[in-house]
């Protein structure tokens, strides 16, 4: 069983930068996958960043170049440093963590990007 809890969110204005961040804690040594989703009201889930236990990661077409996940392995944290944000960055982000067995959701945080 592995168990997440976001952090970070809030208001913050077009142009400007957030982190996120992900604490991941129990069988954290089974993990091969952390991503982090957003979603807004009445769409689906959208993936957004994702990060594999060899360090690998992969960004959607519309966060590349202004969002990263990076990690801090010592303490089974990861991140989502988000610039450049725009009003459709606005959502309510996830983290999601995955192993052999099953995929875990941590509870969400609220990212709103307005002026």
């Known amino acids: 069983q592995v168990q997440l809890v976001e952090s970070g969110g809030g208001l913050v204005q077009p142009g400007g930068s957030l982190r996120l961040s992900c604490a991941a804690s129990?069988?954290?040594?089974?993990?091969?996958?952390m991503r982090w989703y957003r979603q807004v009201p009445g769409k689906q889930r959208e993936l957004v960043a994702a990060?594999?236990?060899?360090?690998?990661?992969s960004y959607s077409d519309s966060v590349k170049g202004r969002f990263t996940i990076p990690r801090d392995s010592a303490k089974n944290w990861v991140y989502l440093q988000m610039n450049s944000l725009k009003p459709e960055d606005t959502a309510v982000y996830y983290c999601?963590?995955?192993?052999?067995?099953?995929?875990?959701w941590g509870q969400g945080t609220q990212v709103t990007v307005s002026s």
């Open positions: 999601n963590a995955e192993d052999y067995h099953d995929a875990y």
């Open positions: 129990g069988s954290t040594f089974s993990i091969l996958y």
């Open positions: 990060l594999s236990s060899g360090g690998s990661t």
